[in-house]
């Protein structure tokens, strides 16, 4: 089993940034690919970016390319997603997630959810 606690969340002003953190229970850190996925009111949950189980490769939301980056410390058990340059419609839930094996961008793929950090960008 493993748990997932995310914080970091908030409000902040559009083109401002902000930074989430993931802390994982998993004794085994590093054989779980990571995953940050977001979930706006009446929408479906969507990928935001992923990241390898080393922290070699990292994908991303085409949405976020260039204004988001995804990384890892291995030793600490953490996951952080950097957002920059928000804009209104990154608002949402934004949740880590964890699989075994290599990372997707499939929210059915991943085995383990935190409880989410709300993130809110005013315009």
């Known amino acids: 089993q493993v748990q997932l606690v995310e914080s970091g969340g908030g409000l902040v002003q559009a083109g401002g940034s902000l930074r989430l953190s993931c802390a994982a229970s998993?004794?085994?850190?590093?054989?779980?690919?990571m995953g940050w996925f977001r979930q706006a009111p009446g929408k479906e949950r969507e990928f935001v970016a992923g990241i390898s189980r080393g922290g070699s490769r990292t994908a991303y939301a085409d949405s976020v390319k260039g204004r988001f980056a995804i990384s890892r410390e291995n030793a600490k058990n953490t996951v952080s997603l950097q957002m920059n340059s928000l804009k209104p419609e990154d608002t949402g839930v934004y949740y880590c997630?964890?699989?075994?094996?290599?990372?997707?961008?499939?929210?059915?793929?991943?085995?383990?959810w935190g409880q989410g950090t709300q993130v809110t960008v005013s315009s």
């Open positions: 998993a004794r085994t850190f590093i054989l779980y690919a």
């Open positions: 997630a964890a699989r075994s094996g290599i990372e997707t961008i499939m929210p059915e793929d991943y085995d383990y």
